[in-house]
């Protein structure tokens, strides 16, 4: 089967629609969400029908933008809610209160609940898929961010967790996350009392083998990419063949821009959309990694 797996949609219209299309021309036939559907840019109704109308109950999660939409973590608990993200999130209620959204708005505070903060787990062709947002060892799962290169931070856990499914359900598992809007593959393999990694520097169109057994995924941003290419981001996950492709689609970023202007959304979000600046703490070779594989 071929699943579609997004991220971080981030209420980018144009974006969305982009790679929606492009996914049908690739024959998907399933989609999975790994959370931020609102948030930072200017049309939460459109993720959110897509949500509703393209995707069963159990094939997505929240991210903690929509948790924070929901009400259902404060800025008490949620420390990652810049004043930056308050402000467009404030908008997006705006916008969710017109009469013409009342569909998305009901959807919004039907399903945006508690019990999708959790991972979910999906078996498909031998394989455990655990879906998160940012991480199965955050205590939220909401606000980790797990990068390649954090090898003696994050990474022991992440993959401590996964081997512990599979030594349970007998499988392979494979964890996949947003959260970080950076395009990652990482494979891990038990060596004595630690695991040894090998953290992939992707290119877009390009497919990976998921035969190894524990792998991490991350399939980047559709709505707000962080890794110099402005392009939407995707991953074709192939089960039956276990492979996955990392994609890259155009779309009328300037489209989304405008309207950003026109709604009073703070300017650093049409920069982002422009440059799609990466994390502070991003080492060197990432960036340059980044920087050469822009054009592919």
């Known amino acids: 089967m071929k699943i579609a797996v997004l991220s971080d949609i981030h209420a980018n219209q144009e974006a969305l629609e982009s790679v929606l299309n492009d996914a049908e021309r690739r024959g998907a036939e399933r989609f999975w969400f790994l ?3 609102v948030g930072y840019g200017p049309d939460p109704q459109a993720p959110l029908l897509w ?28 420390g990652d809610v810049s004043p930056t993200a308050l402000r467009a999130l404030e908008l997006n209620r705006k916008r969710l209160d017109l009469p013409e959204n009342a569909e998305a708005s009901q959807f919004c505070q039907a399903e945006l609940q508690p ?20 991480s199965q060892k955050d205590p939220l799962g909401l606000h980790r961010s797990v990068y390649a290169w954090q090898e003696d931070i994050f990474l ?16 392979p598992s494979i964890q996949l996350y947003g959260h970080t809007h950076v395009p990652t593959l990482v494979y891990g393999q038990r060596v004595g ?6 953290a992939v520097k992707v290119c877009p169109g390009q497919t990976y083998s998921l035969e190894a057994g524990l792998a991490i995924i991350n399939p980047g941003s559709v709505g707000f990419p962080r890794d110099r290419d402005n392009r939407a981001a995707y991953t074709l996950l192939d089960t039956a063949g276990r492979m996955l492709t990392f994609l890259r689609v155009g779309y009328d970023w300037m489209e989304t821009a405008q309207k950003l202007a026109r ?3 703070p300017d650093l979000l049409r920069n982002r959309l422009r440059f799609a600046d990466v994390a502070g703490d991003t080492p060197q070779d990432w960036k340059k990694h980044f920087e050469k594989v822009r054009e592919c």
Do not use: M
């Not at 022991?156 to 499988?171: D, I, K, Y």
């Open 35 to 37: 959370g931020d559907a």
């Open 51 to 78: 949500l509703k109308y393209y995707l069963d109950h159990g094939e997505w999660v929240l991210g903690n933008h929509d948790a924070f939409f929901a009400g259902l973590v404060s800025k008490d608990t949620d």
């Open 193 to 198: 009392e630690d695991f040894a990694y090998h």
């Open 263 to 265: 709604e009073g959304y």
């Open 156 to 171: 022991p856990q992440e993959f401590a967790a996964l081997e512990e499914r599979s030594l349970t359900s007998g499988r």
């Open 115 to 134: 019990g999708r903060i959790h991972p979910v787990q999906c078996n498909l062709d031998g394989v455990d898929y655990v879906l998160v947002h940012s």
